[in-house]
């Protein structure tokens, strides 16, 4: 059974008052994974105190060089990517294909950033007046609170841990109470590459006595998040009174649009894998399938049929498709909103009760759940679920069905099948989501490209790369202005 502890300048080391709490394995939950520190506010502070004392040196290290510390991070996610793919299957209940992707994702973003070493790129831009330079550079800000959800606990830590250090910040990580011994062993291999002691600090725990504490301390000089809504509004708030930078990534009610023109075979393979991959537990996952009257019988007999299919069982079952949900919280969240959609008058045509065949019977196992006859106001088809349980909504026409998708507090990401450039073009530019998708599913993200979403969704620049992305929480601007005219300002001005 595994100990594990918080990463507090350099060392590993127990909460300051001994507490722990378990980590039990979600596809049987008799098994108990391991005991981890159930921190308060005097870990947050001893690590926010190193992070301090870290930072100059850090932001002071060049960032080629600092680029080739996580380059080697990088190098041994390689190596130990079967590990932590296991660690992932065994604490979150990811089937293992997506386990190892989860790992691969924190790869991709470590080589990526990386790689901004070498870039990190200003502006030079002409002045105004003649021997006058005017530039703007990046730097860095300080201190970050990081605070991130389970259902990617390799993945998204690597999205706010990577960008934060090559831009020359030091950083507190909180993860999810379901998932700290993901967090440790991830941040283990940070410290194996050979980062300074105190650059990057894990203190595990819970949101009240850990999270809050780390958002609101008044040495943290900004906080990034990815979670729950309600959580993310709540820190948003409290950043704010602090003056301190923000960035929140929240929940997702994606839809994909069937149009009756689609290629059937993709379509109905993007929604199952949309919608019961993870289990529903991605912030992308397709909620929400908007399906033209053309083809609804067709697409609901196969989607019904491709669920059937599916076999739930544990992650590190190779023959497993689906594992279970996360926690016992999650579970009952979960089998509370199929009730819900009963009683609202949805018709539920498929699954709709929890799975306990075989080695499932101790698990938090859910049937692949299929609900028809929705209507958009519906709390199902309002609010995110976070389970494997998808709404079918009928359209008739492509406007319709855009407005249909619109129709969310949340915007992360939205999907259209259709054979139709036309259809696809005015999808493209009429979905108002952070990613939208041609002919393919709502998950799946590239770390070049920004990632988050719009209204509820997302605040704050994006995570990941490219234009928009990470490196805009991650660093603020300085401008500088050099005179090399030798003149007084004012004959300068004149002239
Ligand atoms: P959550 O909000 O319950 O927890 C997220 C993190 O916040 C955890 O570390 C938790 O301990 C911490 N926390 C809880 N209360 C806190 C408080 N009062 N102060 C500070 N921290 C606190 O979310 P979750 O259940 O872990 O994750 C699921 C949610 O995350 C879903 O809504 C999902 O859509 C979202 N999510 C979004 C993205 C995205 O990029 N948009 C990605 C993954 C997950």
């Not at 594990?4 to 909460?15: E, K, P, Y």
């Not at 850090?58 to 590990?83: C, D, F, M, N, Q």
């Not at 089998?335 to 498929?350: C, K, N, P, S």
Request: hydrophobic content about 45%; overall charge negative.
């Amino acid at each position: 059974m595994e100990q594990i502890q918080n990463l507090i300048n350099g060392r590993w080391v127990a909460a300051a008052d001994g507490k722990t709490f378990e980590i039990r394995n979600p596809a049987d939950r008799r098994e108990i994974l391991g005991h981890a520190p159930d921190s308060s506010a005097a870990d947050v502070d001893a690590a926010v105190r190193a992070a301090r004392a870290a930072y100059p040196a850090w932001a002071a290290t060049p960032a080629p060089k600092r680029g080739e510390i996580l380059y080697r991070a990088a190098e041994l996610l390689v190596r130990h990517k079967t590990r932590l793919g296991i660690q992932v299957a065994r604490e979150m209940g990811k089937v293992m294909p997506e386990a190892l992707g989860d790992v691969q994702e924190a790869i991709d973003m470590t080589y990526y950033m990386a790689g901004e070493g070498r870039r990190l790129f200003g502006e030079t831009v002409p002045s105004e007046l003649p021997n006058k330079d005017a530039k703007s550079i990046r730097v860095p800000i300080g201190v970050f609170g990081l605070i991130t959800p389970w259902n990617f606990p390799i993945a998204i830590p690597s999205w706010k841990i990577t960008p934060a250090l090559i831009a020359g910040n030091t950083v507190v990580l909180k993860p999810a109470e379901e998932t700290p011994a993901c967090a440790a062993q991830f941040v283990a291999l940070f410290q194996e590459a050979g980062l300074p002691p105190g650059v990057v600090n894990l203190v595990c725990g819970f949101g009240a006595q850990v999270g809050e504490p780390l958002a609101c301390h008044p040495e943290v000089d900004a906080v990034s998040f990815t979670g729950s809504h309600a959580v993310g509004a709540r820190l948003a708030v409290l950043a704010a009174e602090r003056h301190k930078p923000f960035m929140m990534e929240t929940g997702g009610k994606n839809p994909i649009i069937v149009m009756d023109d689609a290629n059937l075979d993709l379509a109905v393979s993007g929604a199952l894998w949309g919608g019961f991959g993870t289990s529903g537990q991605r912030c992308t996952a397709a909620s929400r399938l908007i399906v033209h009257e053309g083809i609804y019988d067709r697409f609901l007999a196969r989607l019904i049929d491709g669920a059937r299919r599916l076999k739930l069982g544990n992650g590190l079952d190779p023959a497993s498709d689906v594992g279970p949900v996360v926690s016992a919280e999650q579970y009952q969240k979960v089998l509370d909103y199929i009730e819900i959609g009963r009683r609202e008058g949805a018709t539920l045509v498929y699954g709709g009760e929890a799975y306990r065949e075989g080695t499932c019977a101790e698990g938090y196992f859910i049937q692949p759940t299929i609900f028809t006859d929705v209507q958009p106001s519906m709390r199902i088809a309002q609010e995110e679920i976070f389970g494997p349980v998808v709404c079918v909504l009928k359209t008739g026409s492509l406007s319709e069905a855009i407005r249909m998708a619109n129709d969310s507090a949340f915007g992360l990401s939205a999907a259209i099948y259709t054979q139709n450039v036309n259809a696809a073009a005015i999808a493209e530019r009429d979905l108002d989501a952070g990613l939208v998708y041609i002919n393919a599913s709502t998950i799946g993200a590239e770390v070049q490209m920004p990632f988050g979403g719009t209204r509820l969704t997302g605040l704050g620049p994006r995570e990941a790369g490219g234009r928009g992305g990470a490196l805009d929480l991650y660093t603020k601007w300085k401008v500088i202005y050099r005179d090399f005219s030798g003149k007084l300002q004012k004959a300068q001005i004149a002239s």
